[in-house]
C-alpha cells in the first residue's frame, strides 16, 4: 500500500493506523478481484463460442488474447487519467 494514502491519519493511534491500512489492503485485493473477474467475464463472453473440445480454438485464443490486452491497457489509461485529475485537484486546493 502506498504510504501517501496514510498520510492524512497522522493523528489517529497506531491501532487505528494499522486498521485503516488493513481495511485499504482489503479493498484494494476486492477491486482487483473484481478487475480480474470482470476481465475474464467479458473476454470469455466475447470470445468463446464453440464447446466442442477442451482447449480454445486458435481464433478464440487469440481473441481473449487481444481482449485481455485491450482491457488492460484501458484500466492502465484510465488509472493515468485519474491520477492527473487528482493531481490537478491537489494542486488547485
Keep these: ?3 501517501n494514502m496514510l498520510a492524512g491519519l497522522e493523528g489517529l493511534p497506531e491501532e487505528d493506523k ?3 491500512s488493513a481495511m485499504i489492503d482489503h479493498l484494494q485485493l476486492r477491486d ?4 480480474y473477474n ?7 463472453n466475447d470470445c468463446v463460442d464453440n464447446f466442442t473440445r477442451k482447449t480454445l480454438q486458435k481464433q478464440e485464443e487469440t481473441c481473449v ?21 487528482n493531481s490537478q485537484a491537489e494542486t488547485q486546493d
Design 1 to 3: 500500500m502506498d504510504k
Design 18 to 20: 494499522n486498521r485503516m
Design 32 to 35: 482487483s478481484l473484481r478487475m
Design 38 to 44: 470482470s476481465l475474464v467475464e467479458r473476454c470469455f
Design 65 to 85: 488474447m487481444r481482449c485481455a490486452e485491450k482491457f488492460l491497457k484501458h484500466s492502465m489509461r484510465v488509472g493515468m487519467r485519474f491520477a492527473e485529475l
